[in-house]
């Protein structure tokens, strides 16, 4: 009943193409997109900023590694470790030159953009953090760029500090000089926000907090795979992302340093593999990167992650991220003309293919249940953003995210359902 109601159809969709990118071209790669979805409905998968998917070329260059060249890195002497150290190493290049580090050292393969603030939170927030000191974050950060420094605060007695934002979902940047003190000693920021899709101005950012003397983390976990980071252009200090938002798989992410900070920084982990030496008593670690990599690393995650660089590299994040500011201006259309919506965070100029958004006397919830009797992926909840639901006075919204494989029929199917959803809520 509900169905024959609805307009959208379980066909295929259709792509519009821009200048160097065909969406359905590369559709194609993606073997799960043609996943059928309650049996019926072709998977609009609207939850990028959650995960992207794969395409098959990471996937069959996981599977060749487990079938041709599996064994365990830096240890053996045998060619099939030699095999695997290579390209592990070779992965270590691939991201080094994805985000322009001056030395693939300055690499450090973790499990995740959470293990990354961890590392750096435990490791140089130990070694340099006294109390009294301020951390400066934001409103709009993830749970993984927040509890990691308030455990550091809890074992240092530091000081937490919140840069605000506006209602319009950007940085408070007014009063930015106030809330870089004498006893700030980082800004651990995200460059783009995972519910507002927020941009932030990270250039100025890192620029003003260096001219305090303040160091800056940038959780590139929504940029990266979006926009792009160039490390040296910006002159980071530290910067995390995760694999798996970046056409990658799961369990591998990337802390970069700068060396100069890596090099005094003391292991985080201990074990083999991160070692020069081991005495009874004591040890001394090894140099870069492997000091901070202990224990057998994710090898194979690691290669697969290389692979999906090759394959942004030949999409091209510039095309990527144009092609995704038409979606988003499309959502926003869409959206608006639903009506009783209302759409968290600033206009589709100022932000990445992200789209919050909450619904007149509907829980988001219901919302995405609803989305998904028609094969609609979309997140409700507070997507590990407490604060900043609590700063926009919400305990939940509705997050549709983009990524280049999605197409404008996708929005348009998501306006319908959303239209739908109202009905229902009207009928009961
Ligand atoms: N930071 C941001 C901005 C995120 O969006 C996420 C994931 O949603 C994370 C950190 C955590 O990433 P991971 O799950 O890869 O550790």
Known sequence: MMDKALKITPEATTGKKIPGLDPLGLRADFPILSTLVHEKWPLVYLDNAATTQRPRQV????????????????????WLSEQSTNLYEEARNKVSKFINAADSREIIFTRGTTEGINLVARSWGDANIRAGDEILLTEMEHHANIVP?????????????????????????????SYLGPRTRLLAVTEISNVLGTINPVAELIERAHAQGILVLLDAAQSVAHRGVDVRQLGADFVVFGGHKMLG??????????????????????????????????????????????????????IGLGVAIDYLDRVGLPAIHQYEQMLTTRA????????????????????????????????????????????????????????????????????ASFYFYNTLDEIDKLGTALEETKKIFRRR
Request: proline share 6%.
């Open 249 to 302: 798989p799961t369990g591998i992410g990337v802390l970069y340093g700068r060396s100069k900070l890596l090099k005094a920084m003391p292991p985080f982990i201990g074990g083999g593999g991160m070692i020069r030496r081991v005495r009874k008593d004591g040890f001394e670690p090894a140099d870069l990167p492997l000091k901070f990599e202990a224990g057998t690393p994710p090898i194979v995650e690691a």
């Open 59 to 78: 996937i069959d260059s996981m599977v060749d590694v487990y079938e041709t060249k599996n064994a365990n890195v830096h240890r053996g002497i045998h």
């Open 332 to 399: 926003h259309e869409v959206l608006q003309a639903v009506g009783d919506v209302r759409i968290i965070g600033p206009s589709p100029r100022d932000k990445i293919g992200i789209v919050s958004f909450v619904m007149r006397g509907i829980h988001a919830h219901d919302i995405a249940q609803i989305l998904d009797r028609y094969g609609i992926a979309v997140r409700a909840g507070h997507h590990c953003t407490m604060p900043l639901h609590k700063r926009l006075g919400l305990t939940a919204t509705t997050r």
């Open 149 to 177: 420094w308030q455990q550091l605060a809890e074992r240092t007695g530091a000081i937490i500090r919140w840069l605000p934002i506006t209602d319009e979902g950007h940085l408070a940047l007014d009063n930015l000089e």
